[in-house]
Structure formats: C-alpha cells, structure tokens
C-alpha cells in the first residue's frame, strides 16, 4: 500500500526558512515522479517544485532561486523542499505528490501548512 506523508510545516516570520519532508512508502521509488504542490485558501492547487525519477529539477517561477527541491541520498524514500526567504504570499497548504512513470498512477499526501507572518 503506498502511503505519502508530509511534514515540517509550520508558522514562520517573512524571510524565515523552513524544510518540508515528504516521506513515501510502498513504492519503487526509481519508478516515480514527485512534486510539491500548493495550495492557498480561495486559491487553485498549483505546482511549486518537481522531481524525475532521473533527478532532473524544476520550479515555478514564483519560487526559484528561494526553494529546492531534493531526494535524501540516505534513505531515498524521502523527498525535501527546502524554503528559504518566505514572504506571506507563500502561506499555503504544501502537498507532496507521487506520480507512476509507468501507469501514471497519482497519490497525495495530506498536505501540511504553512504560514508565513510577522
């Protein structure tokens, strides 16, 4: 069964850094895309950072240069997103996303918030 779980979020003053993990189970992790997704009340889910099964990065525009997004070489099960310089329009729930490049089989987690104020 797979499972997709976030965590590391929180309330943060602007200019502040958080990391967020997505930690995924029942998978092959070689075999899965994974992103990082948001999403900000009265606001669509949109994309903020994803990750090949080859390691290839992209980002939003909105948050390059601010955010990474990264694979612990450990564990390998684990997927980050490192946040650096948050503003408040960052505030959102982030949901982490695994995608099959197989079957295009989708699982989210949860999602964990974030909130960026003084």
């Known amino acids: 069964q797979v499972q997709v779980v976030e965590s590391g979020g929180g309330l943060v003053q602007p200019g502040g850094s958080l990391r967020l993990s997505c930690v995924i189970s029942?998978?092959?992790?070689?075999?899965?895309?994974v992103d990082w997704y948001r999403q900000a009340p009265g606001k669509q889910r949109e994309l903020v950072a994803a990750?090949?099964?080859?390691?290839?990065?992209?980002y939003a525009d909105f948050v390059k240069g601010r955010f990474t997004i990264s694979i612990d070489t450990n564990a390998k099960n684990t997927v980050y997103l490192q946040m650096n310089s948050l503003q408040p329009e960052d505030t959102a729930v982030y949901y982490c996303?695994?995608?099959?490049?197989?079957?295009?089989?989708?699982?989210w987690g949860q999602g964990t918030q974030v909130t960026v104020s003084s």
């Open positions: 029942g998978i092959f992790f070689s075999t899965y895309a």
């Open positions: 996303r695994a995608v099959s490049i197989l079957t295009q089989r989708t699982y």
């Open positions: 990750l090949t099964n080859g390691g290839t990065t992209t």
